[in-house]
């Protein structure tokens, strides 16, 4: 109170009010306060009744004009802090040259040789928006990514030649991407790359490969993939088995969904463990594109075993199985209504079931981003069609969050509606800051600016509502200085915090470690968020210092090896994050 009558004085005198921008004398810094990302000093520490529906809903802002490509296949690689993004060289076009000096690529259709001088990948820095074309010469056109344990981003699959190629881009400046095309047994195009907890790369699937392969060393040939009848089984008129939905389970075994069909896979038998019920009201694979995660994964207090460690999956929107014929063979196009439930099963128990929930709005071609405090952004997408140039319509403007942890009937949130339609080919990311970047949007067989929907190169922050401005003092600021960011499994994990808080409540905490996706067609591969158990938290008042002790990831069946995003959660608000590594001692 003090202070904000200090402040109307100055304002009515001075015209501004200096005193709150820098509100701490010296001697107080002297003994270490700090106070992170503008926060103000509370009057008084003790905790305000939290607000049951907050005002604030969100923000965008536009980061870009200008990608460069659009933005087809989306990831933040880790420390660099740069977001890549690739598209396919068949249109031989982008909105970006190659670098000065670089050659052009030769494509010889059988028509003459056509020189193409435009770049077809891109790494955009997150804060400085500076754009790096990147050469790329075998196709990457509906391709599948995950990141090694080093951060090297392993990309395989592709298109005519791209279609069996592995292709590597190392962190640091100036990396050019490391091609090589026949390293896959099987030619793969909308195929999904899985991370076991090893470190190891599983490819599935892809048009006319009912097969997944393990991926070999860099530079080596694979010969053997193994058949897999369960993408026989899942194949329909519209294939709507592509892209599956593959997450490493927490006891080892790969939860496998296509189509409206899932099952438990022991990758290293190659045996079917367990078949889930179907999850009925449609196709939830591409090209009915609905949006999957593995949600939060929970680590106790003290947790030694990973059996105990549960698993649960939620999928939402897609389409009806026909929507594709609908949208894309039938004449005139017909654009069916998305679907707009989701369902959630516990995938670690003996014998689950899936629960069915409503959404506020129906979702085709959105994204499902995990957010730092385990809660689900739906976002981007369509209300009605399917995948497919051209082939949807009515933009779903309005993201919604889905509260992983809120009662039944509570978890949907309606968020601020962006005013860029993001359909077909549009994709996103969880930053380190909590923002979520959205990019792309091509519904069109090439780059056009003046179709229904235009080829989007504009690239947007979201702010989800956790950053309100008027909760900034719940931010706590992580000293990375202070932790070791280089984890390994069974270990504990200290992390030291900054805040303004009198005390941080054990209860009001989390620590959560998120590995960025590869993310197309509303797939998020390897999206995995792993919350520490906290043991302790010892608050050091006087220095503003805060000490947190927390179990992190027993094995690579819960976390498997690489790097992180490691937040730390108070009041629901994340911290900014600190990237770590995690692997085998
Ligand atoms: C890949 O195939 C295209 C034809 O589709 C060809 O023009 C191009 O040269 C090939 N790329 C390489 C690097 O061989
Ligand atoms: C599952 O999908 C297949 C293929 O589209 C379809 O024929 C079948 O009726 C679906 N099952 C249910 C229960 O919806």
Redesign the pocket.
């Known amino acids: 109170m003090l202070l904000r009558a200090l402040c109307l004085l100055l304002l009515i005198v001075t015209g501004n009010c200096n005193f709150f921008r820098d509100p701490f004398p010296s001697f107080i810094k002297d003994l270490g306060f700090d106070f992170p990302l503008g926060a103000t000093p509370s009057d008084d520490n003790t905790p305000k009744p939290k607000k049951d529906k907050p005002n604030f809903k969100g923000r965008w802002e536009l980061f870009t004009e200008n990608s460069g490509v659009s933005a087809m296949h989306l990831i933040l690689l880790p420390k660099i802090n740069k977001v890549l993004m690739f598209d396919s060289t068949i249109w031989l076009k982008s909105n970006i040259m190659l670098p000065k000096g670089e050659p052009c690529r030769m494509v010889d259709e059988g028509q003459g040789v056509i020189h193409d001088c435009y770049a077809h990948s891109v790494l955009l820095d997150i804060e400085t928006k500076e754009l790096v074309p990147l050469r790329l010469n075998f196709d990457t056109w509906c391709s599948s990514g995950a990141l090694a344990i080093d951060g090297t981003l392993v990309s395989t699959g592709g298109f005519r030649n791209g279609s069996d190629t592995a292709r590597y881009l190392s962190l640091g400046d100036n990396s050019p991407w490391r091609e090589y095309p026949g390293t896959l047994a099987n030619g793969r195009w909308y195929s999904t790359q899985v991370t076991l907890g090893d470190g190891r790369f599983i490819v599935f699937g892809g048009r006319d490969s009912p097969t997944y392969e393990f991926l070999p060393a860099e530079g080596q040939g694979n010969t053997q993939p193994i058949l897999f009848p369960f993408l026989v089984e899942t194949k ?1 008129p519209d294939e ?1 088995n592509l892209y599956p939905f593959v997450y490493l389970s927490t006891d080892g075994n790969l939860f496998v969904f296509a ?3 899932s099952i438990l896979l022991d990758p290293n038998t190659q045996k079917t463990v367990m078949e889930f019920p ?1 999850l ?4 939830r694979c591409y090209p009915a594109s609905a949006s999957s995660v593995l949600l939060p994964i929970v680590i106790q207090p003290n947790q030694e075993e990973d059996k105990k460690i549960q698993a649960e999956v939620l999928v939402c929107g897609g389409a009806k ?1 026909d929507a594709f014929f609908w949208a894309d063979r039938n004449r005139p196009k017909l654009f069916n209504p998305a679907n707009d439930d989701c369902g959630r099963i516990k995938i670690t128990e003996s014998k689950p079931e899936w629960k069915i929930e409503k959404m506020p709005s129906p979702r085709i071609l959105g994204d499902a981003i995990i957010l730092p405090t385990g809660d689900v952004l739906l976002l981007n997408g369509a209300k009605a069609g399917s995948a497919g140039w051209d082939d949807a319509r009515e933009p779903n403007f309005t993201p919604v969050m889905y509260r992983t942890r809120a009662s039944e009937n509570e978890r949907f949130r309606e968020l601020e509606p962006s005013k860029i339609a993001r359909m077909y080919h549009s994709t996103s990311a969880l930053l380190p800051d909590g923002k979520v970047m959205v990019a792309g949007s091509n519904t069109n067989n090439g780059y056009l600016f003046d179709a229904l929907f235009p080829t989007e190169l504009r690239v947007e922050k979201f702010s989800p509502q956790y950053l309100d401005p008027t909760r900034s003092k719940e931010r706590v600021q992580i000293v990375a200085d202070a932790m070791t960011t280089q984890l390994k499994y069974g270990e504990k994990v200290m992390i030291q915090v900054r805040s303004p808080q009198f005390k941080l409540d054990k209860t009001k905490l989390q620590v959560t470690m998120y590995s960025p996706p590869f993310t197309t067609h509303g797939i998020s591969m390897n999206q995995r968020l792993v919350q520490l158990g906290i043991v302790d938290v010892k608050s050091n008042v006087y220095a503003g210092i805060h000490n947190i002790v927390a179990t992190g990831p027993p094995s690579g069946n819960i976390a498997p090896p690489g790097y992180y995003m490691l937040f730390v959660n108070f009041n629901g608000v994340p911290s900014v994050a600190v990237w770590v590594q995690i692997k085998q001692a």
Request: cysteine-free; proline content about 9%.
């Open positions: 329909d709507n189509n409206n069909r179907v009925p009201g449609g196709s199985n």
